[in-house]
């Protein structure tokens, strides 16, 4: 009887024998597919935060303002600004420490370009800037002044000394925040 039980039992042991191997019957995504969706998904905030910066940077400029300039070199002068910034623009005391120069835009181009410049001049606590628009034609040498007139940050602006570009540019004196 103990033969029969041993072949019994062995019998029985060969019948339901174990796979000790343990089986995931879960999906597991590659990681090469994981990596792939998070750089894209840091790639999109990287878009959707450049693209909030530049709204922030941009200012809408009316074409169909115009102020009212006096004759001779261009000048401007924010009301209860000292006009003695004004001679010291003309003068060069305020050398621009940074430029822009506006050749070869269209109009949208340089209003997009001059925002960008002067919400930079704020950002970076630059007092004065230099914007080139050239000779040319004349339609963003003429259209310049009454732009920048409309942006809260321009304190005042003159026609640029020889050094600067003469009339081909302007020196912008910016409000700068905190100050």
């Known amino acids: 009887m103990n033969k029969d039980f041993d072949d019994d039992f062995a019998l029985f042991r060969e019948q339901v024998k174990v796979d000790r191997r343990i089986r995931s019957e879960t999906h597991q995504p590659e ?3 994981s990596n792939t969706f998070m750089r894209e998904a840091q790639q999109f905030d990287k878009r ?3 693209a909030a910066k530049q709204q922030h940077a941009e200012f809408f400029f009316s ?3 115009r102020a009212h300039l006096p004759e ?5 002068c924010v009301e209860g600004e000292s006009t003695h910034v004004l001679k010291q623009l003309r003068r060069g005391d305020y050398p621009p420490e940074i430029m822009l120069d506006l050749h ?3 109009q949208a181009m340089a209003k997009r370009e001059i925002a960008a410049l002067l919400h930079t001049c704020q950002r970076e ?4 800037c ?3 628009s050239g000779h040319g034609k004349g339609i963003l040498k003429e259209n310049l002044p009454h732009w920048l007139i409309q942006h809260p940050a321009v304190r005042a602006f003159h026609q640029a000394p020889k ?3 003469g009339a081909a540019a302007l020196l912008v004196l910016i409000q700068l925040r905190g100050l």
């Not at 001779?72 to 401007?76: E, K, L």
Request: aromatic content about 12%; some cysteine.
């Open 163 to 165: 050094e600067y570009g």
């Open 31 to 33: 990681r090469r597919r």
């Open 125 to 128: 606590q630059l007092a004065c």
């Open 48 to 50: 959707q935060r450049a």
């Open 104 to 106: 070869g835009m269209t």
């Open 72 to 76: 001779g070199a261009v000048r401007y």
């Open 63 to 65: 074409d169909t303002f």
């Open 130 to 132: 230099s914007i080139m």
